[in-house]
Every structure is written in C-alpha cells, then in structure tokens.
C-alpha cells in the first residue's frame, strides 16, 4: 500500500452549493443532500452555516490522540525560538549542496505537482522538505518498492531504524541522509513521526486485515499522518495565525488520513491482487459485502454504496484540514492546498468511474493537474479566518 505525502469535491447530482468565504476569496463547498434513509451526522462551519455531511453508521473516530502521544511531539516541536541543537553537524558545502540536489531532483521525479508548489517556499524550507519526501520514500519502498519481497524477508526495518537514529545524532550513511541530518539541525524534528512511519511498514509486513475503522486509521497514521507531523515544522506557522498550533497540527493530521483512505480507495482492486484488503471488515458487513465480492471483482450496488460512503469519510478528513492549510506560512501553502485539492479530484475520479474502483485505477490526468495548480495558489493567498473552524452538531 503506497504511503501519501502531504505536505473542490465534485457534486453529486442530488448536492446543493454553498458559498464561505476564505479571507475574501468567495470559495465553493459541496453539501451532500441526504435522502431519509440514509442516517448520517453534520458538520457545521461556524458561522456561515455550511453543512458536511458525514455518515452516522460508519465511524469517524480513529485512535484517541493521547494514545498515539501527538501532543508531546507538538510541544516539543512548537519550541520555535528556543529550539536549538547542541552541536550541528559539520559537513563540506559541496557535500550538503550534493545531497540536497540530489532530493530535489527525486521529488521533481516522483511527485511533480508537490514539487511545483515547493517552489514558492523560502530556500531553506524547501531543502527540508525535499528532505524529508526523499527519506519517506525511501522508507515506503522498503515495503513496497521493486525489493520488497527481498526486504521484508530480513531485518531490514530494524536496521533502516538504527539508521534513523544514526540520522538525528549526526552520523548519516549517505548524500540523501546527510541532507535529513542537517535539517533536523535546522528545524525542531521530534523523531517519534519518524519511528512511527516505520513501525507502518512493520503492519505491512504482518497485516492484509483490518477488523474496523479505528484498526485502519492507526495504519493511515502511521504511514501517512505522520507525514504532516513532520511537515508543520518546516512550513511554519503564520505569525498571524488565530488557531492554536495544536489545532494545526490535528488539521496536517487529518489531511494525511485523508490522502491515505484516498489512496486505498484508489488501489483497492491493484491490492487485491496481492492478496490485501485495507478497508475495515466490519463496514463491509453492513453493506452486505465480504472480502470475496472483492476478489471477485464485483461492482455491484451494494458496493457502490459502500465506495460511497467511504468517500464521503476521507472527504470530512480532507474538510477537517482545511483549516489548518489557511494557517501554515503564506509561502508555504501552494503545495499543501495542491496536495488537498488533487486528492480529492482523485475521489471524483472513483465517482466517475462508477464506483469502479476493482477494475479500474481512479486517477488524475497531467492537464487536470496542470489546471488545478491556479486554483490552488489561490487557496494558498487566503488569510487566516474563523469562519473555518468547524463544530459538531449532534
């Protein structure tokens, strides 16, 4: 299961639209009009009335955060002015403008529209970043690259953690973990994020299951959530502000959760082939489904209501983010706002495809990708703003 780096829904036809404002700029978000049968909860925006649905017989809650000790990372990284590390590491210029070189041209590679919006960021928030994608996907292909069956066989994980911690004591093996060492000199890097997304691609090697919701979300963030943990602290947080950096955090969380249950809606027919299954068991049951209508590659309705239901949960975790990309540093918005966007043009793709998703591999073309980049950019402009911060409405 490929790992998601985060850094308009389309309507269905039976949706109305409704407008927010995002510091000025008028923006559209969709509501889902709910026929009765359907029993679901609401979300709604503070002040502007917006509704999101969510469904209220799928769960939305994951693994309670104090349970996965986020908050102790936030203190630790919210440090800001009194971060400083007690003895940067020395390497040649050369040597450092090699490696940083070297995880530019990866992510310019492999993740071309989060690389274009990298671009807008300070020099020095760009380097961290470049980073930071190249060490996790180095991890990620550990499991899931052209090796892996050779990886997973051996101790490789153990040993990539050793490396991790050679990494953050100044002790870095290669060009690309070079350039991971002396960002963490630079920016307050909890290693725990880190640890964890390892300790994913440890569930990979033991795990083809998941029994319910809060099985999966531990998964998306270990592979994923992490991601945004890691992230806040290089794009910064605007001076300006008017949420707590907690909040920020849970929104670069919650945009991590969204791409990953993106991305296994997206792969479910490709991870089938391998014998896996990541969507939970028990909401499968109720839908009337099993594993077998997967393997067989049944799209039928029973399915398509449950793919629906399934996409409206990874859009209230990308609506949950939103928020929080508003209050990164204005430089550092474009490719968090273009990673949001992307992801959720991949769940229109599913919907376009009917559902499809077992015989078919959603996916975004290069012109849509191209086109979205403004859009995005406008989103990045937008001010901070209460009318974001959303309630529950039970």
């Known amino acids: 299961m490929s790992m998601s780096f985060s850094l308009a829904p389309k309507p269905y036809s039976s949706s109305i639209t409704c407008c927010r404002r995002f510091g000025g700029i008028r923006s559209e978000v969709v509501a889902v009009m709910v026929a009765p049968k ?117 101790g490789v994980l153990d040993r990539w953690e050793e490396r991790l911690h050679d990494i953050f004591n100044g002790r870095p093996y290669d060009l690309l973990d070079a350039a991971l ?95 896996r299954v990541y969507l939970p068991q028990d909401e499968l049951a109720q839908f009337g489904l099993c594993e077998e209508d997967i393997f067989r590659r049944k799209v039928s309705e029973s399915w398509r209501e449950f793919m629906k239901e399934q996409i409206m949960r990874a859009r209230f975790y990308f609506n949950l983010s939103e928020q929080g990309a508003s209050q990164l540093h204005k430089a550092s918005r474009w490719p968090v706002w273009s990673s949001l966007i992307l992801y959720r043009k991949i769940l229109d793709a599913i919907e376009d495809n009917d559902y499809d998703n077992l015989t078919k591999r959603a996916y975004v073309g290069r012109t849509k990708k191209i086109l979205m980049l403004p859009l995005a950019y406008k989103r990045s402009l937008s001010s901070p703003n209460t009318n974001l911060i959303p309630r529950y409405q039970g």
């Open 38 to 154: 359907q029993r679901r909860r609401e979300l709604l925006a503070e002040s502007s009335g917006t509704v999101i649905m969510f469904p209220r017989h799928l769960s939305k809650q994951g693994v309670p955060l104090a349970d996965l000790h986020v908050q102790e990372v936030v203190e630790w990284q919210c440090q800001n002015g009194n971060f400083a590390t007690t003895t940067k590491p020395r390497f040649e210029p050369c040597f450092l403008k090699d490696g940083y070189e070297m995880c530019r041209k990866i992510c310019k590679e492999y993740a071309k529209t989060f690389y274009l919006g990298t671009l807008l960021m300070t020099q020095e928030r760009q380097k961290a970043i470049w980073a930071i994608y190249v060490w996790c996907r180095r991890t990620d292909e550990l499991v899931d690259g052209p090796n892996a069956d050779y990886m997973k066989s051996c």
């Open 181 to 275: 060492t002396d960002t963490i000199s630079n920016f307050p890097l909890d290693i725990k994020p880190f640890r964890d997304m390892i300790e994913g691609m440890r569930m990979d090697t033991k795990k083809t299951r998941y029994k319910n919701f809060q099985e999966l979300y531990l998964y998306c963030y270990y592979v994923a959530g992490t991601v945004g943990l890691m992230s806040v602290p290089i794009m910064g947080i605007a001076p300006e502000s008017i949420i707590p950096p907690q909040s920020v955090y849970d929104s670069a969380l919650s945009l991590g959760i969204g791409n990953q249950l993106t991305n296994i809606l997206r792969d479910v027919g490709e991870d089938a082939i391998r014998g």
